[in-house]
Nanobody, 122 residues
């Protein structure tokens, strides 16, 4: 069982930066692939970035080069550094964990946080 709690969301002007954090409970954090997803109003939840147990990373095309995912296993925390934010990045951002491979499909992630709102006004 893994419990996840996101923080760091907020309102930021276009071109600005935010860093999201996701703190995980449990002593097996390092054995999980971690992912960030987002969901905008009226849209499906979509993959943003993921990091495997061996620190391989994957990014959605829409955030490649602007967002960076990282993890600190000693702190049981995964981060999402978001730079050059755009209005289309506005969404609720969710942290998720799965015990297998790095994958984009949200149905494969077993554990989810409650989400944190990111708003980039146009």
């Amino acid at each position: 069982q893994v419990q996840l709690e996101e923080s760091g969301g907020g309102l930021v002007q276009a071109g600005g930066s935010l860093r999201l954090s996701c703190a995980a409970s449990g002593r097996t954090f390092s054995s999980y692939t971690m992912g960030w997803f987002r969901q905008a109003p009226g849209k499906e939840r979509e993959f943003v970035a993921g990091i495997s147990r061996s620190d391989s990373t994957d990014y959605a095309d829409s955030v490649e080069g602007r967002f960076t995912i990282s993890r600190d296993n000693a702190k049981n925390t995964v981060y999402l550094q978001m730079n050059s934010l755009k209005p289309e990045d506005t969404a609720v951002y969710y942290c998720a964990a799965n015990p297998t491979v790095l994958i984009r499909r949200y149905g494969r992630y077993n554990y989810w946080g409650q989400g944190t709102q990111v708003t980039v006004p146009s």
